[in-house]
């Protein structure tokens, strides 16, 4: 979208063409070749802008538009493409071996937030002096968190050891996709259902 912004920016319009000759566009109807001057005064009794929307073709092509309500739009897509292409981070969540149950409910609730978010969370379990020879407590430790979290994550890295840390990765994308594909498939029935209803009044 960065490159049709980019593209929109260095479009000339009106008095800026400079091309004898244009090939017209009006709406969703050609025109044909017709003299600069011409394509001008079209555009002018229309109300609107003349566009040179192909300023490499020969001759360049030009279409009659509203040239501010073009702009907006292409600044609209550009903003919805940025909102849905959220770029997923690796985030990261960590705790004590000896965690009280509070702390971890905690933890738990903001690994929550953060998957809900669409960002992948490593969970790490901290070893302090010789809590490391018992791997066994901070794998029970991961073991809950993930229980906790599996309707909104999938495991993509199980645990394992990362010098003194356990850790995990939990990967929200396609259990979202999956849950939003239940959700279409859920609602086909009710168009479906809608839909007889609207043959048999018919």
């Known amino acids: ?63 009659i538009m509203d040239y501010g309500k073009f702009k907006y739009q ?13 770029q997923t981070e690796l985030r990261e969540v960590r705790m004590k071996v000896k965690i009280d149950t509070h702390d971890r409910e905690f933890k738990t609730r903001t690994a929550r937030k953060l998957l809900l978010e669409g960002d992948k969370v490593k969970v790490s379990v901290m070893f302090r002096a010789r809590e490391i020879t018992h791997p066994e407590v901070a794998r029970e430790l991961l073991d809950k968190f993930w229980e906790a979290l599996k309707d909104v994550a999938d495991l993509e890295r199980s645990p394992g050891l990362e010098g003194r840390f356990m850790t995990m990765i939990l990967d929200p994308t396609k259990k979202m996709r999956s849950t939003s594909q239940a959700k279409e498939r859920e609602k086909e029935p009710a168009r479906e259902t809608a839909g007889t209803a609207v043959a048999e009044g018919a």
Not at 9 to 38: D, M, S, W, Y
Not at 40 to 52: F, I, K, P, R
Not at 74 to 84: C, Y
Request: aromatic share 2%.
């Open 74 to 86: 292409q600044a609209k897509r550009e903003r919805d493409s940025r909102r849905g292409s959220k």
């Open 1 to 63: 979208m960065g490159r049709v912004r980019s593209i929109a920016k260095e479009l000339r319009i009106n008095e800026r063409i400079f091309a004898p000759r244009v090939r017209l566009i009006r709406e969703e109807e050609q025109l044909g070749i017709v003299p600069l001057t011409e394509a001008q005064t079209l555009a002018e009794q229309s109300g609107l802008d003349l566009v040179e929307i192909a300023p490499g073709a020969d001759p360049p092509v030009c279409k």
